[in-house]
């Protein structure tokens, strides 16, 4: 799977803020993975490209959990589930 394969990075679904809260969490790591550029406020997942802030699509597995896809440092794409990484920050 390429970034460009991934359904969170399609501009056409996906919505640009301009600036994000002081509160915003910076996602620099989840699971011994670690990502550049992510944020998380307000329970929504965010990647900044430098100029916006773009809306990452939640996303849901055959178990009804809910997660995100995050492109770790070295490339690769992590599944970030909405759970784990809420207990891993004690945000639950």
Do not use: T
């Given at each position: ?5 991934c359904?969170c ?15 915003a969490?910076?996602v620099?790591s ?7 550029f992510?944020?998380?406020?307000e329970?929504v997942?965010?990647?900044y490209?430098?100029?916006?802030y773009?809306?990452l699509?939640?996303?849901e ?7 995100v896809i995050?492109?770790?440092?070295l ?16 945000l639950?």
């Amino acid at each position: 799977m390429s970034i460009n394969d991934c359904c969170c990075c399609k501009q056409s679904n996906s919505k640009y803020i301009n600036s994000l809260s002081d509160d915003a969490i910076i996602v620099d790591s989840y699971n011994g993975y670690n990502f550049s550029f992510y944020y998380f406020y307000e329970d929504v997942f965010y990647l900044y490209n430098g100029v916006q802030y773009m809306r990452l699509p939640i996303l849901e597995n055959r178990k009804g959990e809910k997660f995100v896809i995050l492109w770790d440092d070295l490339h690769n794409p992590i599944h970030v589930k909405y759970n784990l990484f809420k207990w891993e920050r004690e945000l639950m």
